[in-house]
């Protein structure tokens, strides 16, 4: 079966970095497109980022130039580097995939089939 399980979550001061991993099994990671979620509290989900197979990429307004997101398919793995973290970025970090390249856009929600459980990320000011 799928699973998508995300790691590299904690807490940082504004101005700082992290980076998140989303370790993927149980498909055909290479053929996948691939995104990051996220949902702070008291907020909706909002995509982060998303990857498509060619390695492409596309980023939310609020991250541009701030976040990078890239994929090794040999390991099976996604990443998102995050630098100059903010208080607004605190949030519930989802990776996601969309192996059968539904429809919709490719920071849609319903675009993407499988879910990770999350990993918490918390920016401090």
């Known amino acids: 079966q799928v699973q998508l399980v995300e790691s590299g979550g904690g807490s940082v001061q504004a101005g700082g970095s992290l980076r998140l991993s989303c370790a993927a099994s149980?498909?055909?990671?290479?053929?996948?497109?691939m995104a990051w979620f996220r949902q702070g509290p008291g907020k909706e989900r909002e995509g982060v980022a998303a990857?498509?197979?060619?390695?492409?990429?596309t980023y939310a307004d609020s991250v541009k130039g701030r976040f990078t997101i890239s994929r090794d398919n040999a390991k099976k793995t996604l990443y998102l580097q995050m630098n100059s973290l903010k208080p607004e970025d605190t949030a519930i970090y989802y990776c996601?995939?969309?192996?059968?390249w539904g429809l919709g856009r490719l920071l849609q929600q319903s675009k993407y089939a499988y879910w990770g459980q999350g990993t918490q990320v918390t920016v401090s000011s």
């Open positions: 149980g498909y055909t990671y290479s053929r996948a497109h």
């Open positions: 996601a995939a969309d192996p059968a």
């Open positions: 990857i498509v197979t060619d390695g492409s990429t």
